[in-house]
């Protein structure tokens, strides 16, 4: 059974940092193309950060330069490094996995997902 659980949400000041977590079970995760996405209350989920079972790495235009994704094959772990955070970041963070090498941001492409983590931040 394939399980992704996040951590590592919280409240933070305009301009702070936070690191997510998304541990993963169940799939051979090396292979897997990882991703996170986030969605913002009436906002439709965007994919905003993903990586390659390669690591090769894509990143939406809203966070380049701000974010960092990564990846430890030995604990089975995704991060999501979010530097200087803005108010628009504040959204529920969705750590997704699909079962196919290939970079993509396309939700659709999917398969598996997490329950979410809240970030909130304030001005």
């Known amino acids: 059974q394939v399980e992704l659980t996040e951590s590592g949400g919280g409240s933070v000041q305009t301009g702070g940092s936070l690191r997510l977590s998304c541990e993963a079970s169940?799939?051979?995760?090396?292979?897997?193309?990882m991703a996170w996405f986030r969605q913002a209350p009436g906002k439709s989920r965007e994919g905003i950060a993903a990586?390659?079972?390669?690591?090769?790495?894509m990143y939406a235009d809203s966070v380049k330069g701000r974010f960092t994704i990564s990846k430890d094959n030995a604990k089975n772990t995704l991060y999501l490094q979010m530097d200087n955070l803005q108010p628009e970041d504040t959204a529920t963070y969705y750590c997704?996995?699909?079962?196919?090498?290939?970079?993509?941001?396309?939700?659709?492409?999917?398969?598996?997902w997490g329950q979410g983590t809240q970030v909130t931040v304030s001005s």
């Open positions: 997704a996995a699909r079962p196919f090498p290939q970079l993509t941001l396309d939700r659709d492409r999917y398969n598996y």
């Open positions: 169940g799939f051979s995760y090396q292979v897997y193309c």
């Open positions: 990586i390659s079972s390669e690591s090769t790495t």
